[in-house]
């Protein structure tokens, strides 16, 4: 069941159509001090952000695979990405996943340690975290 539900939707913002809502994306972003290219979403239908609880949804046409070449890594972005933002974290993080070797994981929680840190960790359900630079996922 989608935690988007109609109580959700009276309390939020909701932006539509798809070069409003990527610019909002990138805007929320910023405001949370987490790199803009975060959320490579494309086709998107609908935003929505709460902002007394930091909950972000986007809902997109289809599911894309979007290739970070910094690191080198795929990651799946569901036709529905659910989160909570707080400042330098993404947490309760739900579809969104990172291929690793040939199995695609999900990750629940994005973090830096401090705003002003070069690092930001990814975070699975089992617990397992991996860190990369910044600068890769920076639009």
């Known amino acids: ?22 610019e909002k994306a990138k805007s929320l972003l910023r405001e949370y001090c987490l790199p ?10 609908e935003l929505g952000y709460v902002k007394e609880t930091g909950f972000v949804w986007v809902k997109q046409k289809n599911e ?13 972005y569901a036709k529905e990405i659910t989160s909570y933002f707080e400042k330098c974290k993404i947490k309760k993080l739900s579809g ?3 291929k690793e070797v040939m199995i695609w994981i999900s990750l629940i ?8 840190s070069d690092k930001v960790t990814m975070k699975t359900p089992t617990g397992i975290s991996k860190t990369f630079p910044k600068v890769a996922f920076e639009a």
């Open 1 to 22: 069941m989608s935690p988007i539900t109609p109580e959700v939707r009276a309390k939020a913002e909701i932006f539509t159509g798809n070069e409003v809502c990527k």
């Open 36 to 45: 803009d290219g975060l959320l490579p979403v494309e086709d998107v239908e």
């Open 64 to 76: 894309i695979i979007h290739k970070f070449d910094k690191v080198g890594k795929q990651v799946s």
């Open 96 to 98: 969104v996943k990172s």
């Open 109 to 116: 929680e994005i973090f830096f340690e401090d705003p002003t």
